[in-house]
Nanobody, 122 residues
Framework: QVQLVESGGGLVQAGGSLRLSCAAS????????MGWFRQAPGKEREFVAG????????SYADSVKGRFTISRDNAKNTAYLQMNSLKPEDTAVYYC???????????????WGQGTQVTVSS
C-alpha cells in the first residue's frame, strides 16, 4: 500500500512555471510506474504525463508536450511534474497515481487523493 500526497500547486500568471511533487509513503515506490492527471471544472479527469518505474519511458498528453516534464527520484520516493510556459487552459486540480507499466496513460488505482490546485491567470 502506497499513499500519495500531491503538493506544489498555486496561482501563477500565463507563461510562468510550477513544479508539482508527489510524495509516496511505503517501501515499493520504485516498483511503480507513476502518472499525473488533471481535472478542470466541468471536465473529466485527463491524463497529463506518465513515467515508468526507473524513468526509462515517459508519455505525455499532446496538450503539454514540450512544456511539461515528468521525472522521479526513487531514493526520495517522489515523482515530479515540472510545468513551464503555463497557459490558462492548464488550470485544474492535479493528481498523481500509479499507472500501468504497459500503458503509462492508464491509472492502476481509482481512489484519487486530494490533488493540488494549479491556477493560471491570463
Amino acid at each position: 500500500q502506497v499513499q500519495l500526497v500531491e503538493s506544489g500547486g498555486g496561482l501563477v500568471q500565463a507563461g510562468g512555471s510550477l513544479r508539482l511533487s508527489c510524495a509516496a509513503s511505503g517501501r515499493t515506490f520504485s516498483s511503480w510506474s507513476m502518472g499525473w492527471f488533471r481535472q478542470a471544472p466541468g471536465k473529466e479527469r485527463e491524463f497529463v504525463a506518465g513515467i515508468s518505474s526507473i524513468g526509462a519511458r515517459t508519455s505525455y498528453a499532446d496538450s503539454v508536450k514540450g512544456r511539461f516534464t515528468i521525472s522521479r527520484d526513487n531514493a526520495k520516493n517522489t515523482a515530479y511534474l515540472q510545468m513551464n510556459s503555463l497557459k490558462p487552459e492548464d488550470t485544474a486540480v492535479y493528481y498523481c497515481s500509479s499507472v500501468q507499466y504497459t500503458n503509462l496513460q492508464r491509472p492502476v488505482r481509482d481512489d484519487w487523493g486530494q490533488g493540488t490546485q494549479v491556477t493560471v491567470s491570463s
